[in-house]
């Protein structure tokens, strides 16, 4: 390939979700399999429950940090309102893969905006390939609700330009230390993940 | 914290521009680093701390860090500072006159520009300080450079006695890239030599050392001219070439690959030469900066053509989005417009909020229910009272201008104002760092404000930095605590009008500060409780709601705590005949840690402890 192709990848979601986590491990496995890479997002204030973004592009050789709106191949979602308003990031052929976490601002509450009924919804309606599922719950059932990030780690491995396994080992390798029984609870929700995003896909194409 | 950074053989890491910034700093055998916490540069005395054989500090601001690091390179340690671009406004006294001391150990100063606001007051380009002060300015474009620039900053800050500006920006900061890193160099200071003709600024002295600032320039004029930090890139498109600094270049190369490029590492002194040389390769010459149009109007006053400002945004971040259609009309052709499926989808703001529990939100819900106030703020995760639901706070402007403009407000008032009661608020953090100034000069000039002092015993908004009020250092372990009592008191407040209260007790705040606004004088109030980001706050039961109790008042919703939903609405005519809007609530008790300020204005006592088998595992019992 002569080429310089560069996989985009955008995370979204909301501060205090784990996004920057996710993507940091992300850019770990692009890394591993030998890619150059950047990953960037704007964090000032998004501990505080505001919108946070990760940008993450790898390839032979990337210049410019920054996604531009059009060129992602996958979105991720931590969120269902998020994910769709970053959705023009979509290039036609990419694909979202949101979790149907519907997390509502006090300023919805206080009755100054609305929350989107569908937000999936409204993005499939625009065109947009979507997957959503409930990583939280999917967690949740596994016993720990804060296995969901690796749910949507999980959930995003078949869609990378490469093995799911990469992804899977710098996982295992960033809980190495905390003992055998987390990275076995992370594994399991790593496969979940998957699944879930691989049965959505079986229903959708029946 | 306590952890050791890796510091073995040389090898590729995945860093971020601060991090390869301090990881370059350590390298170069800097003794001394200091900084007060400002995003987008916090991280970069933060992962400081982390490696050996250096001092690391959180300074009380950015004047006091850089005369710190002065300090440390009259000794001829080498020395670094960190800041923010405001906190260079703060650090300008000392940074104005240390240009004509110049370094003795290599002394270098990273400035972070947020060039878009993400997390600042306002925006500013700090590559006017290197002009303004006569100082050379190094501007790296990703993590490499970052690395690679601040170990040759030393170098050259040596080679010509300067301090060397290292201008960074939000998407070098914040962008991780892999970086190739090397190993510690030792570096012995050679001792502080007396010599008052150089360290003594007093007229006869500066006056006699000026000239060299100006010689200064031209020297390094001429290494600028010829440095490998900027490189003139032919390239083959000639219809438009490129002048361009820091990120902006990778947005250049990223939307342009083929045309003419010289980009600028060593940014001031600017390479004249190199310009002209560009400018005579090419059709048309444009000017992608971030964000003022400096090199723009230099290259202009050397009488070169050029085009900058006149067709790109003067504010915020530049990207191959904004650069394309802009060459598309120098080109004479018209933009392409964008696709449907670009356009953003129409989903509400989600602006930042204080966190569940969060002490500030019982200072502001009570300052949303008092009447015909002025109340002044600062900078800081407080400033967020200034939105929804309390819009609490009057003013922000810099840090520590609460007391300030409340006084002038105080002082400048008409008969229209005379009624108002002013209050200030500042944070514990913003005090020690510019506040304390403010405070005493309220106490010596007689002003009539009452002083809201919340203690959260951190700075909150940068990420939970240590202070001299929360008995920590920079590295987590014990350091003397200023009380903060007894430091307002020595400020001049009387002791009877100074209180500490509990921000969680709405009823004893709420009478302690309708007692204060009463009286002529100044007081101040302050509200302590551990910000709920730190290991100081403990967590308590959380709170559900009775759905049969709640009457769908929405007291509990003007609070401000995220944890409160909405799960029904509803509208009800008063006998009166007034239409009342209902919102009925529930909690998300696994956002919800128990702080009870809800329960206090809940009418109906609706909002009730969980059970203890609801608790969710993750919430310590208290």
Avoid at chain 1, 90 to 110: F, H, M, S, T, W
Avoid at chain 1, 134 to 148: P, Q, T
Avoid at chain 2, 36 to 57: M, N, Q, V
Avoid at chain 2, 397 to 403: H, L, N, P, R, W
Wanted: aromatic share 6%; net charge negative; glycine share 8%.
């Amino acid at each position: 390939m002569t080429q310089n192709q560069i996989t985009n990848i955008l995370v979204c979601g909301i501060g205090g979700q784990g996004v920057m986590t996710a993507t940091e491990i992300l850019a770990e496995a692009a890394i591993a399999e030998g890619h150059d890479v950047k990953k960037t997002e704007v964090a000032g204030m998004a501990q505080r429950g505001g919108v946070v973004t990760s940008h993450l592009r790898f390839g032979r050789k990337v210049l410019s940090p920054q996604i531009e709106p059009g060129t992602v191949q996958v979105l991720l979602g931590f969120e269902g309102a998020e994910a769709l308003r970053w959705s023009h990031y979509l290039r036609p052929d990419g694909i979202a893969l949101v979790n149907n976490a519907r997390l509502v601002p006090p300023v919805v509450e206080l009755g100054l905006f609305d929350y989107p009924e569908d937000p999936t919804g409204q993005m499939r309606a625009a065109g947009h390939r979507v997957v959503s599922f409930d990583a939280m719950s999917i967690a949740r059932d596994l016993g720990e609700i804060r296995l969901g990030n690796t749910v949507m780690l999980g959930a995003i491995a078949d869609y990378l330009p490469f093995a799911p396994d990469v992804l899977l080992a710098c996982i295992v390798k960033r809980f190495a230390r905390k003992g055998e029984n987390v990275v076995d609870a992370n594994r399991l929700a790593f496969a979940a993940g998957r699944e879930a995003v691989a049965k959505q896909l079986g229903t959708a194409t029946a | 914290m306590a952890a050791v950074m890796p510091t073995s053989a040389p090898s590729r890491l995945l860093l971020s521009g601060n991090e390869a910034v301090a990881r370059a700093v350590w390298e170069s055998g800097v003794r001394v680093a200091a900084a007060y916490p400002g995003t987008p540069a916090t991280e970069i005395i933060e992962s400081l701390a982390r490696y050996p054989d250096l001092h690391a500090e959180w300074s009380v601001n950015e004047k006091v860090s850089m005369e710190v690091a002065l300090g440390a390179s009259m000794t001829g340690a080498r020395a670094f500072c960190a800041m923010k671009h405001v906190g260079l406004n703060v650090a300008s006294d000392c940074l104005m006159t240390m240009t004509i001391t110049g370094a003795y150990g290599g002394l270098v100063i990273a400035v972070a520009d947020d060039v878009g606001m993400s997390s600042s007051q306002n925006e500013q380009d700090s590559r006017y300080w290197g002009r303004f002060a006569h100082l050379p300015i190094l501007e790296p474009a990703d993590s490499q450079e970052a690395y690679e620039m601040t170990k040759y900053a030393f170098a050259l800050s040596e080679q010509y006695e300067t301090p060397v500006l290292l201008r960074l920006t939000t998407r070098i900061c914040h962008v991780k890239a892999l970086v190739t890193v090397g190993e510690r160099e030792a570096h012995e200071p050679a001792g502080f030599v007396k010599n008052p003709q150089r360290w003594v600024m007093v007229p006869a002295h500066a006056k006699a050392r000026i000239p060299g600032l100006f010689q200064r320039d031209e020297v390094l004029r001429g290494v600028s001219e010829t440095s490998l930090l900027n490189i003139l890139e032919p390239g083959s498109d000639r219809r438009v070439g490129f002048v361009t600094s820091g990120p902006a270049y990778m947005h250049v190369k990223e939307a342009f690959p083929d045309a003419p490029v010289l980009k600028l590492g060593f940014s001031y002194p600017w390479p004249l030469e190199k310009m002209r040389a560009l400018a005579a390769m090419c059709d048309q010459l444009l000017v992608v900066e971030e964000t003022e149009l400096l090199l723009e109007t230099e290259i202009k006053a050397a009488g070169i053509a050029c085009h900058g400002k006149d067709v790109l945004p003067r504010m915020g971040e530049l990207s191959p989005q904004v650069l394309s259609p802009a060459v598309d009309r120098l080109l004479g052709k018209e933009p392409p417009p964008p696709a449907p499926a670009a356009t953003p989808m129409k989903v509400f703001p989600r602006p930042p909020t204080l966190c569940a529990s969060c002490p500030h939100m019982g200072m502001y819900y009570t300052l949303s229910q008092i009447k015909n106030i002025i109340v002044t703020g600062d900078i800081g995760c407080y400033t967020l009272g200034a939105g929804h639901p309390w819009n609490a706070l009057d003013t922000t402007i810099c840090m520590g201008a609460t007391m300030g403009v409340a006084l002038g407000i105080d002082k400048g008032r008409g008969t229209v104002d005379k009624n108002k009661r002013i209050l200030a608020v500042i944070g514990d953090s913003t005090f020690m760092h510019m506040g304390m100034q403010g405070l005493l000069n309220i106490t010596y000039n007689k002003g009539n404000i009452t002083v809201l002092l919340l203690d959260n015993n951190t700075t909150g908004m940068t990420g939970g930095q240590a202070t001299p009020a929360s008995g920590k250092d920079i590295h987590g372990k014990e350091a003397p605590r200023v009380d903060l009592v007894k430091l307002v008191e020595a400020l001049g407040v009387a002791n009877e009008h100074i209180h500490v209260v509990d921000p969680y007790e709405l009823p004893v705040l709420f009478k302690t500060v309708r007692e204060e606004i009463k009286f002529e004088g100044p007081s101040v109030i302050i509200a302590r409780r551990p910000c709920v980001l730190t290991d100081g706050f403990k967590p308590f039961r959380p709170y559900l709601v009775d759905e049969d109790k709640c009457t769908g008042c929405g007291n509990c919703i003007e609070v401000g705590c995220p944890a409160i939903h909405v799960t029904r609405r509803d509208k009800v005519i008063k006998p009166s005949g007034k239409e009342v809007d209902l919102a009925f609530v529930n909690i998300d008790n696994q956002a919800c840690t128990g702080c009870g300020l809800c329960v206090q204005p809940c009418a109906p006592d609706a909002i009730q402890h969980v059970a203890r088998h609801d608790i969710p595992i993750h919430i310590v019992k208290t």
